[in-house]
């Protein structure tokens, strides 16, 4: 049986690549015809290879258009090239629709313009780079909401549902998004654009008498539904969720299954709802009419953990009888996962004793009474019972809660998941009449069983749709072929139960193979008639929905997949990854990265919007240079340099990916095995010095920071060294915290409940020293006794730039002076985020031994030992009435939050404190000094940062990391305070204080 046309690509495709000179000649056209960015180097071609799904397919350029003209004057030139083309959004598909041997159009950077709402006929316009999250966010003060929910919400554009017809968790109540979209605006196979949506009968007549693809269209589906109508009731699933094929059953009226509350207006023939759905093979979509629902008034959930999965199912139909507009499932796998998640473990307060399945109903309600009487009714039915370990339930809205927050990062977490075994996605979106889905499962697990392996199981029980994911390594070729017989027998067992192969994830590469199987040879045909209505010369997106591709070849990993390029030897220790190949893997291609609204992942995808500035992308090219599928010398890679070179080392996505993609440590590593055969850049190896370079300019200050605003030197600066001549280096101060010290005379209280260790940062001490007079004076007012750790350098300014092995050399020194007093349970404080969770975080990746793991254990940010009331009971504090806006450095956020900070703050009697989302400053260390990252660096602040603070410009900006204050001063002209600035301030004035710090900060 072969997979593959003569041209190479997949079954069905039916497209022949033109050479090399035709590429060329295309790429010119393209850019004489558009204002788009057309990228055909390799490296872009390789960003756009993958999606979220098994399979990887090198398209033949990518374009991002900036106008609807762009994808209209794109798709002609194709057509006349013979070049297939291939729509996205997010790239979140789960079965390879995203990708092709073609001009992949990414509409997600710049398609992105909401229009007004429609209150009468509620409807807004969008276009189809919009992402789902930001579109309900802008309708939630109308009260309004577009409302299909899925999972990806931060990143999923409505193209790219539009094209999947998604639905995700409501759909009980709402439906797919099918029922939501009244009118597309369509590019069709040879450039001409239309207006797709409803017609009466007068208009329909019309419609057919057109010339053209329009034209043709509509008399093609017109007279298939004549013809077919009998085959296309009897062999369509009567289900809610069924997204495979096209949608024929639209043009039956009263045939499609509805939700109870989906948006929806008279029947009428609208070819729109035959391009939803359809993956981008009938047409490209560029703006679309969505029809919108009123938010709910009070929502709740309860969570019902179960013993056993089958115990869950089983009472599946009890609890939709009490009325739920959703019942969503999670199993052990992914609460495992999510347990070892730094992000996620915190939120699984939701189950109780140790279940194997838990079940969530969220009721909607129009009064606060109507929602206690649902969730106490389905409680109640339910307590005691047998299989249920426990309920809870709580009345607040569901994007605030921890249920929602782990089921939406199931499969991610899943994905995670160490070692070359993963939850697989190419059966996991089977739908099946509910009534049906406890013997469905039964027999899907023991498919499963027979191949000897596991599954994860999650989804939307409610709508019989469960996510079941068999664990199989895709570099085995024995698993590659238990793939292949896996969905052969799923397949069969769908058919049997009546049910559909894609409840939501649609066809793709992994499924579209069944649709024959699943609705007959009849209406298959039909299909193919309408693909060849719509694309007569098989040129968008070829190979899905009506072609029938081996579910087994085109895989990401496949048999024959290595990475010879692989770093042999590693400074950082990757073996809790599998590797260092291994840790790059862990990307799944879900798009958690490319979130833009909320949390600091990825920080400079935030601004550029570009695919190789998230995360995903970062990683992608690191693993196609390791596997040589890039250009490279070893593991150098241009394409790979650039990506890097905007990754500011927040460390977010160590937690915020949930499949714990750590690109911080990545990219250090990176470097570090670049520069064993590469130079140094002198601006990496002043960086990794600033200790010194700190020393040197506190003591010749206040000439240093006369010559550092120089123009002449900040001009030679960025010509030796790369650093930026907009930017003015932090002011040293001659009265350093050490020489301080050496002269402070202690608090009366010190000692009294023991000592700590004050971590002296070289920032800290030469830049700020008030920040650390503060923390001493602080400290001793809470009986501590106070002792300088003394370091050179943590060793976090040579990591940031690649250079392990010295920062090795410290950090072995500093565990060597630390380790006893670790041992012996002295605590060792910081007040620079970056420095003292170096000590937590990096050392125990080091190599550095035990020692380093008690070190590690012993380091934590003042903020947390002050927050302790074990350790700080009673710190006399002035009340301080007023409201302060606290930013929060991003390794913190990353590793330890800031919840802590808040706490200490809130000792302050009076003190509101605002956490701001603001994401990342911009500066990030060195990194917005550095020449080519100063417009990011600006863009980054002024994103959610600098806007928050010049709204209230009464309340103090409170920001624990240095680089975080330097911006904000640089750029505004803020002096931010530490938070322990703040709170020495507020000392008790009877007791006396060391050195009285700033009281406030200044605009």
Known sequence: MSSRNAAGHPAGARTRIAPARSIDRLRGRLADATRAEIRFDRGSRG?????????QIMPVGVVVPRTVEDVAATVRVA???????????????????????????????????IGTVDRDRMTVRVQPGVVLGRLNAELKPLGLMFAPDVSTTDRATLGGMIGNNSAGARSLRFGKTVDSVRSLDVVLADGSTATLGPLGPAELAAACALDGIVGRTHRTVRDLVRDHEDAIRRHF????RRVSGYNLDEFVPGLPVRAPQAPDDPWAFNLAKLVVGSEGTLAVVTGAELKLVPAPEHQGLVVLSFATIPAALDRLQEMLETGPVAVEMVDRAIMDLAAKNPEYAKSLGFAAGHPEAVLAAQFYADSHDELVEKTADLARRFSGAPGVLGIRTTLQDAARDDFWKVRKAGLSLLMGMVGDPKPVAFVEDTAVPVERLPAFYDRFRAIVDRHGTVASCYGHADVGCLHIRPVLNMKAQEDVDKLRSIAAEVSDLVLEF????????????????????????????????????????????PGKVVAEPDPGVDLRFGASYRTPLEPRQTAFDFSDQGGFARAVELCSGVGACRKTGTGTMCPSYMVTLDEDHSTRGRANLMRLVMSGALPSEGMVSADLERALDLCLQCKACKTECPSNVDMSRLKSEYLHQKYRTRSIPLGSLLVAHVHRLNAIGSATAPLSNALAKWSPVRWLMEQIAGFDRRRVVPEFDRDHLRRWFRRHRPDPRAGSRGRVILLDDCFTTYNQPAVGRAAVSVLEASGYSVELAGLPCCGRPAISKGLLDLAGHWARQNVAKLAADARDGVPILGCEPSCILTLADEYRALRLG????????????????????????????????????????????????????????????????????????GMAGSFGYELGHYDVSVALAERVLLPAARAEPDAPLLAPGFSCRSQVHGLEGIDALHPIELIAAQLDAAAPTAQAPRAEATR
């Open 498 to 541: 009546g049910g559909s192969m894609s409840g939501e994830h649609g066809d793709g590469l992994a499924r579209s193979r069944w649709n024959r199987k699943l609705f007959g040879d009849e209406i298959y045909g039909a299909f193919r008639s309408i693909k060849d209505a719509f694309d007569p010369h098989d040129l968008m997106n």
């Open 237 to 240: 699933p009567h289900l809610l």
């Open 79 to 113: 057509a006349e090239e013979g070049v297939p083309i291939i729509p996205r959004g997010g790239a979140t598909s789960l079965s390879g629709q995203a990708i092709g041997a073609g001009i992949v159009l990414d509409a997600s950077k710049h398609l992105t313009r």
């Open 47 to 55: 960003l756009y290879a993958t999606d979220a799904s098994l399979y």
């Open 850 to 921: 035990p020692d380093a793991d008690a070190v590690a254990d012993a380091s934590m940010m003042i903020d947390r030992f002050l927050a302790d009331p074990g350790r700080v009971p009673d710190l006399p504090l002035r009340p301080r009435p007023g409201r302060v806006l606290l930013h929060g450095h991003c390794q913190q956020k990353a590793t330890v939050g800031t919840a802590d900070t808040v706490a200490a703050l809130r000792l302050i009697p009076g003190l509101e404190v605002a956490t701001l989302d603001s994401g990342c400053c």
